[in-house]
């Protein structure tokens, strides 16, 4: 005797042709319906996290690029601004523009090199890692990693072209600027009464602050430049811990909201309802209702799609149906209920009529009207109510299992009970498949958390670091000519420093809105039959984000501070020549 058969067909063969035949051969043994690979249920688990790898090996590396070519243009136009003087010279002594240009283009293919190195290395162990995961939950016979020497030779001209593109307006304005001009100190900026000035607040704050508020008034580019650099760091951030959340908004609402139950029984042939009065007689049972799955070909149109039509209580406890606002929905006694994702995919409406092909028993197929749409966050999943389905399987009043809330003092011993039952197929333990998600699904999903948490909290600390280092190169002078005029080493460093503060603060709000944004663009790639991830940032999220980026700020604070209070003022205001 055998229950499922494995077949093999010829290079060229319709595999449908195939189908059709078998279905015709077994069905007067039983049989459930043949479908090809892509339908079986581990090819398709398998299939689907391989698409959503290739989504995320798109989606996560552009982002992370997109920032590094940001960054790397801020930081490279802003210390080329300060190198004005040694291009003049350069120029002076007979460089050309295409030599000043290859040096920048050196530099930052120096930068890109290390990072290179460093990412191939960090990225084949994480690669060699997330293998592994996979191989202990698809139990992969053997496991080979090896690291492509293409994917390393993409990588690098990916990075290298990006941050070139990143820094191009900075390199040419270094090679276009004419050396008489550049050897000349800036041209001041065109000052006016600042909004303190017109409003008559200056009273109201020190000098220092005052100077504070007019030099970020008088370069709102350079400080929108800052305030996004900074916006971005928080950004990934949050899009690296996103994640988690949705995570734990997925499993709260299948599995505390929807399924309520705490065991499912399944049996191993559909069962009168006297089965389920039986149950509710049982040692240790609180509740119990019955449900009815059948196995069906969906269609509409051109499109179908392989699932099951779950028929449950109509107004149930144990087992719930809900809107996309969470607020649970009474099934019709006729029509079927479909998850809004499944509707989608089959591209029909509440009121269009779906095909359903039944696949056991005689195999009807019929058309029901579509009622309802419900969101579920797991799966696509067809539902009817409970004596509904049995009406349209044209059967008695048959349970194909039953949900049942037991009493946490006799759990074990009604598992072991029902374990041993011969009519139980099986018993799913709402604890353990919270468990079992959480250790299979969600660890993937886990791991990308902490590869882009670590890369998010380096670039927030880099970007605050080098906004800071490059904003005290540009300002040593004017902050060396306050010191001689009697500002104490405190005052500037609250000049200097409060600036950095009035940039940080409002970058982390718009980093908030960046990163909420991007977190929309990686739950889209992660789509899939399997699951669908929601878009839900708890306040915990923001909250670590904007820590990150205080803290980097903070320390790149007490770093610059030192080397305030180190200033030279004697070398700084030396006339160059």
């Given at each position: 005797?055998?229950?499922?058969?494995?077949?093999?067909?010829?290079?060229?063969?319709?595999?449908e042709s195939v189908l059709t035949e078998l279905d015709r051969l077994l069905d007067r043994y039983g049989g459930l319906?043949?479908?090809?690979?892509?339908?079986?249920?581990?090819?398709?688990?398998?299939?689907?996290?391989?698409?959503?790898?290739?989504?995320?090996?798109?989606?996560?590396?552009?982002?992370?690029?997109?920032?590094s070519a940001f960054l790397i243009n801020v930081v490279l136009t802003r210390t080329i601004n300060t190198q004005r003087e040694q291009i003049a010279v350069l120029k002076a002594f007979g460089y050309g523009n295409r030599d000043i240009g290859f040096h920048y283009s050196k530099l930052v293919a120096v930068i890109e090199i290390i990072g290179l190195t460093g990412g191939i290395a960090v990225g084949a162990w994480l690669g060699n890692s997330l293998g592994r995961i996979y191989m202990e939950f698809y139990r992969f016979p053997t496991w080979l990693y090896e690291v492509q020497p293409s994917v390393g030779l993409s990588a690098g001209l990916i990075l290298f072209v990006?941050?070139?593109?990143?820094?191009?307006?900075?390199?040419?304005?270094?090679?276009?600027?004419?050396?008489?001009?550049?050897?000349?100190?800036?041209?001041?900026?065109?000052?006016?009464?600042?909004?303190?000035?017109?409003?008559?607040?200056?009273?109201?704050?020190?000098?220092?602050?005052?100077?504070?508020?007019?030099?970020?008034?008088?370069?709102?580019?350079?400080?929108?430049?800052?305030?996004?650099?900074?916006?971005?760091?928080?950004?990934?951030?949050?899009?690296g811990t996103f994640t988690k959340?949705?995570?734990?908004?997925?499993?709260?609402?299948?599995?505390?909201?929807?399924?309520?139950?705490?065991?499912a029984v399944t049996f191993t042939d559909p069962t009168s309802w006297n089965a389920l009065f039986a149950l509710k007689r049982s040692r240790g049972i609180l509740d119990a209702e019955g449900f009815r799955s059948v196995?069906?070909?969906?269609?509409?149109?051109?499109?179908?799609?392989?699932?099951?039509?779950?028929?449950?209580?109509?107004?149930?406890?144990?087992?719930?149906?809900?809107?996309?606002?969470?607020?649970?929905?009474?099934?019709?006694?006729?029509?079927?209920?479909?998850?809004?994702?499944?509707?989608?995919?089959?591209?029909?409406?509440?009121?269009?009529?779906?095909?359903?092909?039944?696949?056991?028993?005689?195999?009807?197929?019929?058309?029901?009207?579509?009622?309802?749409?419900?969101?579920?966050?797991?799966?696509?999943?067809?539902?009817?109510?409970?004596?509904?389905?049995?009406r349209f399987m044209r059967e008695g009043h048959a349970l194909s299992g039953a949900y049942v809330t037991v009493d946490s003092i006799h759990q074990h011993e009604l598992y072991r009970k029902l374990v041993e039952m011969p009519r139980v197929a099986g018993t799913v333990v709402r604890g353990n498949e919270i468990r079992n998600f959480y250790e299979t699904q969600a660890e993937f999903l886990l791991f990308f958390i902490f590869v882009a948490a670590i890369l998010a909290g380096f670039i927030a600390f880099?970007?605050?670091?080098?906004?800071?280092?490059?904003?005290?190169?540009?300002?040593?002078?004017?902050?060396?000519?306050?010191?001689?005029?009697?500002?104490?080493?405190?005052?500037i460093?609250?000049?200097?420093?409060?600036?950095?503060?009035?940039?940080?603060?409002?970058?982390?709000?718009?980093?908030?809105?960046?990163?909420?944004?991007?977190?929309?663009?990686?739950?889209w790639s992660l789509e899939s039959d399997l699951f669908r991830v929601p878009v839900v940032l708890e306040w915990a999220t923001y909250s670590l984000a904007a820590v990150v980026v205080v803290v980097s700020a903070f320390l790149s604070g007490i770093i610059v501070r030192r080397k305030l209070d180190h200033l030279d003022l004697v070398e700084v205001l030396k006339a160059k020549e």
């Open positions: 005797a055998f229950n499922d058969v494995v077949l093999t067909v010829y290079a060229g063969v319709n595999p319906g043949s479908y090809t690979r892509e339908n079986q249920l581990s090819h398709r688990y398998l299939d689907e996290e391989f698409r959503q790898l290739q989504n995320s090996a798109r989606i996560f590396p552009s982002i992370f690029i997109a920032v990006s941050a070139l593109a990143g820094t191009f307006a900075a390199i040419r304005n270094a090679v276009r600027l004419p050396p008489a001009e550049a050897m000349r100190p800036e041209a001041p900026a065109r000052y006016r009464r600042s909004v303190l000035d017109r409003v008559g607040l200056w009273r109201l704050f020190s000098q220092p602050t005052r100077i504070i508020i007019r030099n970020i008034e008088r370069q709102p580019v350079k400080s929108l430049l800052s305030m996004t650099g900074i916006a971005m760091a928080c950004a990934i951030m949050i899009a959340d949705a995570v734990d908004f997925m499993v709260d609402v299948q599995f505390r909201l929807c399924q309520r139950q705490d065991m196995p069906a070909r969906l269609r509409f149109q051109h499109r179908s799609y392989r699932t099951s039509i779950q028929g449950v209580e109509r107004d149930g406890r144990l087992y719930r149906l809900l809107t996309r606002s969470l607020k649970p929905i009474s099934l019709p006694p006729e029509g079927v209920v479909l998850t809004d994702y499944l509707a989608a995919f089959l591209g029909i409406r509440p009121g269009d009529r779906l095909t359903v092909e039944i696949l056991e028993g005689s195999r009807p197929v019929r058309e029901i009207p579509v009622v309802k749409l419900v969101t579920e966050y797991i799966g696509m999943n067809a539902y009817m109510d409970l004596e509904g389905l049995n880099g970007v605050v670091y080098n906004s800071a280092r490059i904003a005290l190169a540009e300002r040593r002078h004017e902050l060396a000519s306050l010191r001689v005029l009697g500002y104490t080493r405190g005052e460093s609250y000049i200097f420093l409060g600036e950095l503060a009035f940039l940080t603060l409002p970058a982390i709000p718009l980093g908030f809105l960046i990163g909420r944004g991007i977190c929309v663009l990686v739950a």
